[in-house]
């Protein structure tokens, strides 16, 4: 992924890339991206028009919900990315190269497949008031009823931003061990050491000025879906006043116009709080960068840090996590203060309604179809410098975006349909498939294309029979990812689908704000169950694929 | 000839004339069942194959269980397809249809019956986007109960354009381990709620239980009652809430989290009960404790009471957009709903509890039987109705609690 991004901004890979790409071609890789990106122009224009008058936003300045819910974002988004690096970069800090950090690694994909929804639900079945945790206080505090705490949808946002920092570090720690892993690190960090470097100096003083500026896209993507993720900050999020981005979607929904032009407006704002803390943080770290430039050189003596064991919390909170839905899905009377159920039946699985399931499953089968050829394509004969453009869905707030694809399906009256539907998920699962897709294909080896070229293959030819072939495993795991992205949607299915198609992601957050907990539990076990059987196939085609071709293993 | 007519001719003439239109109305009269039969198997024909996109609240697993249910039965008997789109909201299918409206897709929408009432069918009927009048013509109007306020809603009169499904009156739950004498009044629950600081709340506005209690208390609470039948102007909104704002500042130091924050629904306040979070719930259907005992997610000794001076109260219904694909489907569909049968096993406690909207005389004894069930848990007291206030009333009151308490 990071491997992506720096080709992308590296004008040297632009060239070479570019040479040898007929035009023809050129314009059959941009049709399909067309198709999928186009209509979100005059969507924009739709969607975002309402804002362009002046009343509209003195209406919004005098709306009593917005600066608070304005203060609950960017306290959540903020905190909860400063959060994750801080964790991410603290383990990275800690426990890079060992064996510890390898542990991590191959634990890491696991969790990173629980979707964000059934993430929240199961961190509000741990720390409610009447949560797990506070259960199990209950049993030595002798409490009959919840505390009065205020631990989950506090008015800050201070739940939602943990929740966000645990769960983004683990993204976070994947995208480090993906750049980590592509070069010299271990070495400078020898020379460094053997300098008299301690561990924690080496990294600030040498590894993390070369990292970050990599890092630096990811991070914004993380600090984007926190500026304008609902379905979590229903879940977990402040209720009086709501984020901002709930607040938005409350308006984008309102049957009256100017609440409507509201919403746009407000939408714009998203826009704008990302693009500023994108340029004061980009600005800060070249600010630091200058004063660091030249250190003291004084070497610090390495204190051991064995003590310090961050990563076993960390996992604990997922493994937790997913405990705690299982339980509360075989549950049966489970009231407060109770540590366990008093009775376990299978009722909630037998009587679980099957049909988001399914919904969610055909939906993510379709976008991951139809999107796999256009990123091959677009791989393959797409100019690539404009990957960057591809990649705008993932560091730009999906509020304004979602807008401007509702607005684009109503004028084509194709809202509430099954085509609208998948072509929604579109425009989110195609990036993060190329993103995932494109190191492995950058780093294909070229004298294989020429060698099929050479023995008279078209390129059309070379690909379908030996470079995609070969290409199997991360083609499978690319589309792995790209159903797990269509699992996870959730605005895009709201909106396009007309509230027609119930997805286990929709299912999942309606009814969190209902009273039934085990529903609640099975319907978010199962928005985990799709992506990591989708995971567990890619991991296992690619063996079963190659299992008498020694070369492929 | 006029001229030459004797002033007898003429008499006979009027007579004549007079004789052959009382016949002519008798035979019409007579005629007209017939005919309405003719067009009901019409709109029967026409409906048969048509797919039928219901829009209705889908928060109630009970609810979601007797639609699909009643969606079975058409399919069998009629040939309709209804699908169930579950809405969190019913204002989000308002504006859907407006959006639809404004793009210029008038025959084809998306959207072919909706269960509403109160204030989004007065957006909608105001707005020309409700299709009808229909209601009065199904087959089975004629055992609706005409004394229950089934042509008018929230004060704004129905004239066919949406069909009655079922009444529903607030309720309050309790849980009898915890709290033996419950409040049976506004002043008794401010009492309670200093007594038991932190455990009382309600549903944050415009949340629909939210808004209702927040009505309720201002039928209590207003200097006169009278006003509130009234479209709302400031004047008479100043004038009305006064008491209810004055009340409500008292009452939200002792609320959960000081009144800062509220629960998002009614759902989210029962599991907060069943876990002793909360010493009170509220629901807007007198049998739903019942049902949520059955379902273990309320504990056994949860009952369910109503205030003294009576609670609010009223009747919903399903409505045709004025752009819908299906109508004779949804009518047909509209006119199941309304059978005795359907009528009845929505009143059965084991599968939903609603309130039925017909006479109970007029249905089979068999049936009338299902409707007197009862069940621990459900309200098991006669509370008295408090008709709902003019639906204008709603945005008024939810605009202002949103000023007043909206952000803390």
Redesign the interface.
């Known amino acids: 992924m990071v491997e992506a991004l720096r080709l992308t901004l590296d004008r040297q890979s632009r060239k070479r890339v570019c040479a040898g790409t007929g035009k023809d071609e050129h314009w059959l890789a941009i049709l399909p991206v067309t198709l999928i990106f186009g209509p979100l122009l005059p969507g924009m224009y739709w969607a975002l028009a309402p804002a362009l008058d002046v009343a509209v936003w003195q209406s919004l300045w005098a709306d009593?919900?917005w600066?608070?819910?304005l203060c609950a974002t960017l306290l959540s988004s903020i905190l909860g990315t400063v959060l994750a690096c801080g964790l991410a970069s603290s383990l990275a800090t800690l426990h890079y190269p060992s064996a510890r950090w390898l542990a991590l690694r191959r634990r890491l994909p696991l969790l990173l497949s629980v979707p964000h929804a059934a993430f929240a639900v199961g961190f509000f079945f741990l720390v409610a008031?009447?949560g797990w945790l506070a259960r199990l206080v209950a049993q030595f505090a002798h409490w009959?009823?919840?505390p009065?705490w205020?631990t989950v949808?506090d008015?800050y946002g201070l739940s939602l931003a943990l929740a966000l920092a645990i769960k983004e570090s683990w993204f976070l720690l994947w995208v480090l061990s993906a750049v980590l892993g592509e070069q010299n690190v271990v070495r400078q960090m020898v020379v460094a050491r053997s300098l008299g470097y301690s561990r924690v100096q080496t990294w600030r003083l040498i590894l993390w000025p070369q990292l970050m500026p990599r890092m630096g896209w990811p991070i914004a993507a993380v600090f984007a879906y926190g500026l304008s993720v609902v379905d979590m900050a229903?879940i977990l999020g402040?209720?009086?006043?709501p984020t901002l981005a709930v607040l938005i979607w409350h308006w984008l929904?309102?049957?009256d116009p100017t609440f409507q032009a509201r919403g746009s407006a407000a939408s714009i704002i998203l826009l704008c709080i990302l693009l500023v803390c994108a340029a004061a943080a980009h600005w800060l770290w070249r600010l630091g960068q200058a004063r660091l430039s030249y250190p003291s050189g004084a070497r610090r003596p390495a204190r051991a840090l064995r003590w310090m064991n961050l990563h076993t919390p960390l996992f604990l909170t997922g493994y937790a996590i997913v405990s705690v839905l299982l339980v509360w899905s075989v549950a049966?009377?489970w009231?407060?203060p109770a540590l366990w159920p008093d009775t376990v039946s299978l009722d909630s699985w037998k009587q679980t309604d099957w049909s988001p399931f399914w919904t969610t499953l055909w939906l993510g089968v379709a976008a991951s179809f139809l999107c796999l050829p256009a990123a091959l394509i677009w791989l393959e004969w797409g100019p690539q410098r404009f990957n960057v453009v591809l990649y705008l869905p993932l560091i730009v707030p999906a509020m304004p975006l979602v807008a401007a694809q509702y607005a684009a399906l109503?004028?084509l009256?194709l809202?509430?349909t099954p085509a609208a539907l998948v072509w929604s998920h579109l425009p989110w699962v195609l990036p993060y498939m190329i993103l995932t897709l494109v190191g492995a294909y950058r780093a294909f080896d070229q004298r294989l294309m020429t060698s099929s070229r050479a023995l008279g293959c078209s390129r059309w030819r070379a690909c379908l029979s030996v470079k995609w072939p070969i290409l199997f495993r991360p083609i499978i795991a690319t589309m792995a990812v790209g159903f797990a992205v269509s699992v996870a949607q959730y605005l895009p299915t709201l909106f396009a689908g007309?509230?027609?198609f119930?997805t286990v992601t929709t299912e999942a957050v309606?009814l969190s704000?209902?009273?039934?907990?085990r529903?609640l539990a099975v319907q978010a076990l199962l928005q985990i169950a799709l992506p990591v059987a989708s995971f567990a196939l890619a991991a296992f085609l690619p063996y079963w694929v190659s299992r008498n071709r020694k070369g492929l293993r | 000839m006029t001229a030459r007519l004797s002033y007898f001719d003429k008499q006979q003439l009027e007579f004549t004339c007079m004789k052959l239109s009382t016949l002519a109305a008798i035979a019409l009269s007579l005629a007209m069942p017939t005919l309405a039969s003719a067009d009901w198997s019409k709109i029967q024909s026409e409906a048969k194959g048509q797919t039928v996109?219901f829009?209705a609240w889908?928060?109630?697993?009970a609810t979601n269980a007797y639609i699909t249910w009643a969606a079975k039965e058409v399919q069998t008997r009629y040939g309709i397809e209804v699908?169930h789109?579950?809405?969190?909201?019913t204002?989000?299918i308002?504006?859907?249809v407006?959006?639809?409206m404004n793009?210029g897709?008038t025959t084809?929408g998306?959207v072919d019956l909706m269960w509403i009432n109160g204030e989004n069918f007065r957006?909608l009927k105001q707005g020309g986007l409700l299709f009808g009048p229909w209601a009065e013509a199904l087959p089975n109007w004629g055992l609706v109960d005409l004394r229950k306020p089934v042509r008018s809603d929230f004060s704004v009169p129905t004239e066919g354009f949406e069909s009655p499904w079922g009444t529903a009156q607030l309720t309050f739950i309790a849980d009898r381990a915890?709290t033996s004498t419950p409040p049976r009044s506004a002043s008794e629950l401010l009492a309670f709620a200093k007594a038991n600081p932190?455990?009382v709340t309600y549903p944050?506005p415009p949340n629909f239980h939210g808004t209702t209690f927040i009505k309720q208390l201002l039928l209590e609470l207003a200097p006169n009652r009278a006003a509130l039948e009234q479209p709302v102007t400031p004047e008479a909104l100043a004038a009305a809430t006064q008491p209810l704002w004055a009340y409500l500042d008292q009452l939200h130091t002792h609320l959960w989290?000081n009144g800062?924050?509220?629960?998002?629904?009614a759902?989210?306040m029962?599991?907060?009960l069943?876990?002793?979070?909360l010493k009170l719930s509220l629901t807007f259907n007198p049998n739903e404790a019942s049902n949520?005992i059955a379902?273990?997610?309320l504990?056994a000794t949860a009952y369910s009471f109503g205030f003294s001076g009576g609670t609010i109260g009223n009747v919903h219904f399903v409505a045709i957009p004025v752009n819908a694909r299906a109508k004779a489907g949804a009518q047909v569909f509209a006119n199941f709903l309304l059978s005795a049968e359907a009528q009845a096993r929505k009143a059965d406690l084991s599968v939903w509890g609603d309130g039925t909207v017909l006479d109970v005389t007029k249905i089979p004894a068999t049936l009338q039987a299902v409707m007197r069930k009862t069940a621990p848990g459900a309200l098991a007291e006669t509370v008295p109705t408090l008709a709902e206030p003019h639906a204008s009333w709603v945005a008024a009151l939810e605009a202002e609690w949103?000023?007043r308490?909206?952000?803390?």
């Open positions: 009593s919900q600066p608070q819910a008031p009447s009959t009823s919840p009065d205020i949808q008015p229903i402040p209720g009086a006043p929904s309102d049957p049966d009377t009231f407060f109503l004028h009256q809202d509430g007309g509230g027609r119930v309606a704000a209902g009273g039934n907990r529903v | 996109y829009n889908g928060g109630s697993d699908r789109v579950k809405v969190t909201d204002a989000e308002v504006k859907r407006q959006t639809e793009t897709r084809d998306s957006n915890k932190g455990r944050k989290r800062k924050t509220f629960p998002a629904s759902a989210e029962h599991r907060m069943a876990d002793g979070e949520l379902a273990k997610q504990p949103l000023k308490y909206g952000s803390h």
